[in-house]
């Protein structure tokens, strides 16, 4: 199978990080999880659709992975930047999340990104989570396009 381009859409963090003192901490908003909040194998919804657009965090919510949902994660960790480096820019911070969630997606999911039927998208730091509370963490969200998933897509 040709490789296929990944679209990656971005979870955007703006606006929910006022109030928190770093990523550790409680992010406070009302209505929603922060996904930084969800670890690695949990799942959400989104009240906007994920594919092409930038979604921000306070439209999604926590779901069970066995019922309908509309997005995963499959992996969190930190940009290694210091916390004294300067934002990158969007671009660089997008490139540098894709390129590792590519890599860890056939962990999770047991096969390869190109054979698979689903779209990953990254939560991934802003300039003003970088710069205001030191954010760099990335979390790797699986989802299908125009399509809910049903069940972990972790391979046992």
Not at 10 to 29: R, S
Not at 30 to 59: I, Y
């Amino acid at each position: 199978m040709a490789r296929r381009g990944i679209l990656m859409a971005g979870l955007a963090v703006i606006g929910l990080v006022a109030g928190a003192c770093g990523h550790g901490d409680t992010v406070k908003q009302s209505g929603a999880a922060s996904v930084f909040r969800l670890q690695t194998g949990e799942c959400f919804h989104s009240s906007a659709p994920t594919a092409g657009r930038t979604v921000q965090v306070k439209e999604m919510t926590p779901a069970a992975c066995g019922d309908a949902h509309d997005g995963e994660v499959f992996a969190v960790f930190s940009h290694p930047a210091a916390n004294s480096v300067a934002y990158p820019g969007d671009e660089s911070v997008a490139d540098f999340a894709s390129a590792e969630c590519l890599q860890r997606f056939g962990a999770y999911t047991g096969g390869a990104y190109d054979d698979s039927d689903l779209e990953v998208a990254t939560v991934r730091p802003d300039r003003d989570s970088w710069s205001k509370t030191g954010d760099r963490e990335v979390a790797c969200v699986l989802y299908k396009k125009d399509a809910a998933l049903t069940g972990s897509r972790h391979k046992a």
